[in-house]
């Protein structure tokens, strides 16, 4: 707490000095403190210019998903008001699901700078190296359980929604659960669901390749992947987007928990790059292929089959035909 009343002070006053003094005062403070936090700001990348006649003064701010530079301007209501911060963890899924269990409101965030086993669907790992948004959010909708699913797909509209008004790119969505920037992918989304007899609680996990170098990816996914640097040829300022991000997710999840989910379906399906493709499932060493003619309520693909049947997918690996991802 005591770095985020000195930022606030050095924020509302950003350019200008500030006596050593004055900033102690206004952070509630001592001088002594307020030397050795502007120590831990810096080693956070934080620059702080100190004149020895005028005081300190913050130059730049991190490109870093830091707690506090979320916060200072987000426009939620709830979401991202409480954010668990880390450098690296195994999974972000896993640290959410404990404080879910000890009873962080709907709404808290867990987010890390990388991730050592981040989780995939079908138990794959999920590649987190620096440079991406790593982040799991603590969900506890008033729903079945079988109604889980479908916080893939109002996830999966809120996410391309934010990279489309963003960045102005070609953003779509792969089923179940992968966003796309042309015909590559730039997001996986992992959304679990917690049950007793009645759902507990959801996690769901988004990762994003931001500002990721992809030759810290495995050979075989850097020719299917994509990061938003590499899109704009630029880095993409983390803070702002998981800000806008956080804004479109709430505004969506309310709408679905307020029971407007066809529309979000709606919304889903146009933004779509599956559907009217012929398409390969891979799930436990069998394949099923035909022509994907759209998603129900529940989130499962219909696939039309080459004999004119109908087939229903709840899940398994999607690929394009004639495309890698």
Request: with cysteine.
């Amino acid at each position: 707490m005591s770095k985020n009343q000195i930022l606030k002070v050095l924020h509302e006053k950003k350019g200008e000095y500030i006596p050593l003094e004055k900033l102690a005062s206004e952070a509630e403070m001592s001088s002594e403190q307020v030397l050795d936090e502007i120590e831990w700001l810096r080693k956070d990348d934080y620059i702080i210019e100190h004149s020895s006649e005028h005081g300190y003064r913050l130059i730049k701010v991190p490109n870093r998903l830091l707690p506090y530079e979320i916060q200072r301007d987000l426009q939620t209501t709830y979401m991202g008001k409480e954010i668990h911060y880390y450098k690296e963890v195994d999974s972000t899924n896993e640290v959410a699901k404990k404080l879910a269990e000890e009873g962080a409101p709907e709404g808290t965030i867990v987010i890390a700078e990388s991730q050592s086993s981040g989780k995939g669907r079908l138990g794959k790992k999920w590649i987190s190296p620096s440079g991406g948004v790593w982040m799991s959010i603590i969900l506890r909708p008033d729903i079945p359980p079988h109604e889980a699913p479908r916080l893939t797909l109002v996830t999966g509209v809120a996410v391309a929604e934010t990279l489309s008004k963003e960045c102005r790119l070609d953003v779509g969505i792969k089923w179940p659960n992968d966003i796309l920037i042309g015909n590559k992918k730039v997001c996986g989304i992992l959304t679990e669901a917690v049950t007793d007899r009645n759902l507990d609680f959801v996690i769901v996990g988004i990762g994003i390749d931001l500002n990721v170098d992809l030759e810290s990816f495995p050979p075989e996914l850097r020719e299917g992947a994509t990061s938003l640097k590499r899109e704009l040829d630029r880095d993409i300022p983390g803070v702002k987007l998981v800000q806008n991000f956080l804004l479109d997710f709430e505004k969506l999840y309310n709408e679905f928990k307020a029971g407007n989910f066809p529309e979000i379906l709606a919304e889903w399906r146009k933004l779509s790059k599956t559907i009217g493709r012929q398409v390969e499932i891979h799930k436990r060493g069998r394949v099923v292929i035909g022509e994907a003619i759209g998603i129900n309520k529940d989130g499962i693909l219909i696939l039309e089959m080459e004999d004119g049947n109908l087939r229903k997918i709840m899940s398994g690996e999607c690929l394009h035909r004639n495309q890698e991802y």
